[in-house]
């Protein structure tokens, strides 16, 4: 069983940075890939980046790409997200995942099948 912890979120002013960290338990290293995906109230669960279990491939979406960098370290099994240059629009909740299903990077919601409980990042304008 995959255990997902996000940390990391908080509250910071547009234009500023934050750093996503997710310690992953139970998870083999070479198991899949993960990603990071956010919800604003009241909509859907959005894909935001995703990585290959050896970090050697990422994707992004167009809304955070050249602003946030996705990393692994398996050697801690952990996942991380930089944000810099935050804006007001990126305020939500950022959730972790874990796929055991694909080891390439995946970003459909359901190519995951393990999730964390979520970190708020509130972007103040």
């Known amino acids: 069983q995959v255990q997902l912890v996000e940390s990391g979120g908080g509250l910071v002013q547009a234009g500023g940075s934050l750093r996503l960290s997710c310690a992953a338990s139970g998870r083999s290293s070479r198991s899949g890939a993960m990603g990071w995906f956010r919800q604003m109230p009241g909509k859907e669960r959005e894909f935001v980046a995703t990585?290959?279990?050896?970090?050697?491939?990422?994707t992004y979406a167009d809304s955070v790409k050249g602003r946030f960098t996705i990393s692994i370290d398996n050697t801690k099994n952990a996942l991380h997200l930089q944000m810099n240059s935050l804006k007001p629009e990126d305020t939500a909740v950022y959730y972790c995942a874990a796929s055991t299903l694909y080891s390439s990077p995946v970003y459909h919601k359901n190519g995951y099948n393990y999730w964390g409980q979520g970190t708020q990042v509130t972007v103040s304008s």
């Open positions: 990585i290959s279990w050896n970090g050697a491939s990422t």
